[in-house]
């Protein structure tokens, strides 16, 4: 790892990804490689925020942590500046079982303003993700097409929101279908005037109440992490106007992240209104 921190890049932009082997898994990396590279990088302390959070993944507690820090560091007289951002995304990822579950992607960025210099720390939950993938093709396009880097500061954090914002709509979709699933429940336990029986009518109340209690829990975590996301995607949008007047594209991101609040938002009152009915 030492001798591919010190070597150059051809198109100036140099990444390390870092992957668990499973979301419950700690970061495939030792103690001693970790800080080799934050020492030869002079990464701040801040880091070891992101580092923690995938000890606690999966806890929501740690639901709305992980926006953007960015920070400025002089490089010298007569040099440009350095610019670090980093931040962790959350998002709806189907598991092996075919279920929802939240995963995160954790990205650190170290920009040599007015330069294609760029160094990148991505740490993934699971081998393979969808942003490795996605990034090791891309890279191989940027050696050849070295225009295609612009300057090196935006190309990576496009890349990670389009890996997994959209995700969140079918996540969202399919919990929407589990409250229609539940409504229709509700309606047909208040409108059932003599049940079968009445252990039946006993087990189906049961059902319901556990299914709103199953929902609040799953959606309580969800409007801290997308409250997050999008301070973030703001975030970005503010840096990369500053840097390379490329605001204007993130400004795609944090509409869509905001419609998704919406969503969440509407899903959680309409259990809350179901939870309320006399009789459920």
């Keep these: 790892m030492n001798a591919y921190l010190k070597e150059n890049s051809v198109i100036g932009i140099r990444t390390i990804s870092i992957h668990a082997n499973s979301l419950s898994a700690p970061l495939s990396i030792t103690a001693e490689a970790m800080n080799a590279l934050l020492s030869y990088l002079r990464v701040g302390p801040q880091f070891l925020d992101i580092l923690l959070s995938f000890a606690g993944h999966g806890k929501d507690v740690e639901a709305g942590s992980g926006n953007l820090v960015y920070k400025y560091l002089s490089n010298g007289p007569n040099v440009a500046g350095i610019v670090e951002v980093q931040y962790i995304l959350r998002y709806p990822t189907l598991s092996p079982a075919n279920t929802w579950i939240i995963s995160q992607t954790a990205v650190y960025h170290r920009h040599v303003l007015k330069t294609p210099g760029s160094f990148w720390i991505l740490l993934h939950s699971t081998p393979d993700s969808p942003l490795q993938t996605r990034l090791r093709t891309c890279m191989r396009q940027w050696e050849h097409c070295h225009s295609c880097v612009r300057d090196g500061f935006d190309n990576v954090h496009f890349l990670a929101l389009s890996s997994y914002l959209g995700e969140w709509r079918w996540f969202l979709l399919d919990l929407e279908k589990e409250v229609e699933a539940l409504d229709a429940a509700a309606l ?59 605001a204007d594209e993130f400004r795609m991101y944090e509409v869509q992240v905001t419609g998704y609040l919406g969503a969440v938002e509407g899903l959680r009152e309409r259990v809350e209104r179901i939870g309320k009915i006399k009789g459920i």
């Design 188 to 246: 047909t336990l208040l409108t059932n005037p003599s049940p079968s029986s009445h252990s039946d009518h006993t087990q189906a109340r049961t059902h319901i109440q556990h299914t709103i209690h199953t929902l609040h829990r799953r959606l309580a975590p969800l409007k801290p992490i997308l409250q997050s996301t999008l301070e973030t995607v703001k975030t970005l949008g503010v840096v990369a106007g500053k840097i390379v007047k490329m």
